[in-house]
């Protein structure tokens, strides 16, 4: 009897054990299914729920919280005070396309194993941490915002006496600054949750160098100090480096732990846990007034047509560039190893318009002109309209390069030879230097249109001006904005050559000619107010082959010359009560010698 029921309770036992193990095996398999391709059930990365998302979906819905996530201003906390500041103030960048590779790969290898995390992850949960890029400049600059809580930390350092001819040792401090590792942490976890107050927290730090370690390089710096003066020098100059500028520069690193900020380090003793050093920082600012003296421009190449041929009018020469950081370092390395003449280092700076076989230009014809009539301008109007077409005369401009004016008309002040002249201002007609600058970037505007080259960048005047009639064919600058700015698309290099002849001054654009064919409408007034103010448009018309290839409108609109008084014009005699003779009203700003 017992034999049989224990046979009866095996049976039991083992269908049960089967069933049970087929339903383990058809939700195993229906895990599996269900998370086949996709990030498994209970995964979540950065707090944010991923779990049973495909590839293409992850990436949408992470695309998406990571908008939602830079979005966040996160309420920074500490001592009662608060600052509101975005991932993106720290430089953190989460990556999407990563975070998804990552999460895709959790659960997946070989069988039992893969099986074994989905079921862990199912059940348990796991969270995966984000893939993301730290700019740590940008990082470290937002903490200045915390620069009030902090206290730096201070290594030990030298003073020196100057009625004693000795240094002093000054005492280490310990800093307390903001614990970035766990800012950055609480800033990541608030990835999948809504925004959320993030309380700050100091940690110590220690300085590495102590008074014990700074006294034992005091005999190697009064070495250092007594082998003073030192001497800088460039190619035309040589300056002193004396005890007083030496000592502001004295520091010292941890042996192992010298920072890139630092020079070559001095010991003589490899016991020493402090080295020499020469802080480059303070040799930098040192060195920043002396830039004047060793910087030189580069001076561009200019050519000009003679009888049809092509010759240099003045030659290109290279300029140069004081290497501030470079010489920084080699100063520093220089007099820790003894030197006493030291030579700086410049970076070499090549010209725009370098000289070259004027053959490589090929054969350069007349492609366009542009003319504007200066009458009636006064002696500083004159002067400023020759100093501007000098300086562009001979110019070139490479294929496929845009043409600046601002840019290349060089600096407008009284070295350059510009003088004070009328110009429009802040709704006025005042004296500046280069007043009459806009004579030239009108008449260049007028050669460039008829060239048939590409405009980039062109503004009409505030008001008509009577050089640049007819209205609408002008182009005003104020260096560095507004500016004129065209585009050489053609083929080969574009030479400008101006010249002044009585009161016109012409531009002459030479390239190569593509065979485009230029037709240019107007200007045309289009609308002409009682006050002085009109609008006017402009049309250039690039054709090839029969066919319109571009084309380009300027519409101008100018104001009423009245809402730009000169403030030193003077005032028109006040009409009499009885019938007189019609006194001459004051000049108008419209006829009077303006940019």
């Known amino acids: 009897m017992h034999i049989k029921l224990h046979r009866k309770f095996y049976k ?4 049960a054990a089967l069933a049970a193990l087929f339903i383990v095996c058809l939700s195993l398999s229906a895990l599996a299914a269900a998370n086949y391709e996709k990030a498994i059930a209970g995964l979540t990365v950065g707090g944010f729920r991923v779990g049973g998302t495909d590839k293409n979906k992850l990436k949408e819905l992470l695309a998406a919280q990571i908008v939602e996530f830079n979005s966040q201003k996160f309420s920074l906390i500490y001592g009662g005070e608060t600052w509101n500041l975005s991932p993106d103030d720290f430089g953190i960048k989460i990556d999407a396309g ?13 069988a039992l194993t893969a099986m074994a995390e989905q079921i862990k992850t199912l059940f348990a949960g796991r969270d995966l941490p984000l893939a993301y890029f730290v700019n740590s400049p940008k990082f470290d600059s937002a903490l200045d915002i915390f620069a009030k809580i902090e206290a730096p930390v201070k290594n030990s350092s030298l003073k020196y006496d100057a009625q004693k001819n000795d240094f002093v040792v000054l005492p280490a401090q310990n800093g307390v600054v903001i614990d970035k590792e766990k800012l950055l942490a609480d800033i990541l976890t608030a990835f999948g949750k809504p925004t959320q107050n993030i309380y700050l927290s100091l940690t110590e730090q220690k300085a590495s160098v102590g008074e014990k370690e700074m006294t034992q390089i005091v005999a190697q710096v009064v070495k250092l100090v007594d082998n003073a003066p030192y001497f800088l020098q460039s190619a035309d100059s040589t300056w002193r480096i004396d005890k007083s500028n030496l000592t502001g520069w004295i520091s010292a690193a941890p042996r192992g732990e010298q920072s890139e900020l630092y020079g070559a380090a001095l010991s003589s003793d490899n016991s020493e846990k402090a080295l020499l050093t020469l802080d480059t920082e303070q040799i930098s600012d040192f060195l920043i007034p002396l830039s004047a003296s060793v910087n030189r421009e580069p001076t561009d190449a200019k050519l000009t047509l003679e009888n049809g041929e092509l010759k240099f009018a ?49 054969l350069l014809t007349l492609i366009g002109k542009g003319e504007s009539n200066f009458s009636g301008s006064p002696a500083n109007r004159r002067i400023n309209i020759k100093v501007g077409a000098t300086k562009l005369n001979g110019f070139l401009i490479k294929p496929g390069e845009e043409f600046s004016f601002s840019q290349n008309i060089g600096d407008i002040d009284a070295p350059n030879g510009w003088v004070p002249e009328l110009v429009i201002k802040n709704k006025q007609t005042i004296p500046e230097y280069g007043g009459g600058l806009c004579q030239i970037s009108t008449t260049l505007f007028r050669a460039a249109i008829n060239s048939g080259l590409k405009i980039t960048e062109r503004h009409p005047h505030a008001y ?23 585009l050489n698309d053609t083929p ?29 409408k107007g200007p045309f007034t289009t609308q002409k107010n009682p006050d ?6 402009l049309t250039q018309e690039i054709w090839r082959d029969g066919q319109l290839e571009r084309k380009q409108i300027f519409n101008s609109s100018y104001n009423s010359p009245a809402l730009y008084p000169n403030p030193n014009a003077k005032p028109a005699p006040s009409p009499s009560a009885s019938p007189a003779p019609s006194a001459s009203p004051a000049p108008s700003p419209s006829t009077s010698p303006a940019n």
């Open 314 to 362: 003045i030659l290109s020469r290279d300029g140069q560039k004081l290497n501030i950081e470079a010489s920084a370092k080699k100063i520093a390395d220089d007099i820790l190893a003894g030197k006493k003449n030291i030579y700086l280092i410049t970076d070499s700076v090549e010209p725009k318009i370098s000289n070259f076989n004027t053959k490589e230009l090929g």
């Open 98 to 110: 990563k975070t998804a590779e990552k999460a895709l790969a959790v659960g997946r290898g070989p």
């Open 532 to 537: 002085g103010s009109l609008k006017a448009t």
């Open 12 to 15: 039991v036992f083992g269908l």
């Open 464 to 486: 008509p001006v009577h050089y640049y009639d007819p209205p609408g064919f002008d182009a005003t600058v104020y260096p560095p904005n507004p500016d004129l700015k065209l």
């Open 492 to 520: 080969g290099h574009l030479l400008l050559q101006t010249k002044i002849e009585g009161n016109k001054l012409t531009f002459e654009i030479y390239g190569t000619n593509d065979g485009r064919q230029i037709k240019v």
